[in-house]
């Protein structure tokens, strides 16, 4: 779960280091508060809002068990831990 959230926050972050690494490019003062205007930050993080939306999306479509699957906990079987599985519908 904790590796999900940082990659959503790392994510978010995307916008504001590349606009970090073009000051630092352009040589203008990184941590002065003129580099970062208001409309600056709000058009950084509206592309931010957007990628980790996309990214959500993505991850939505992308992942998890196909339509129709069934979900077989984990279970002993002769001593020997079997891990959960899903079996899709022509498996059962």
Do not use: C, N, Q
Request: hydrophobic share 55%; aromatic share 10%.
């Amino acid at each position: 779960m904790i590796r999900a959230i940082l990659t959503e926050v790392a994510i978010f972050l995307i916008p504001f280091i590349l606009y970090a690494v073009y000051l630092v490019i352009t040589r203008a003062a990184l941590t002065h508060r003129s580099s970062w205007p208001f409309r600056i930050v709000a058009w950084l993080l509206i592309a931010a809002l957007a990628l980790v939306i996309i990214s959500l999306l993505l991850l939505v479509h992308y992942s998890g068990a196909p339509p129709g699957a069934t979900y077989v906990p984990a279970h002993v079987e002769d001593g020997r831990l079997v891990p959960g599985t899903e079996k899709s519908g022509a498996e059962k």
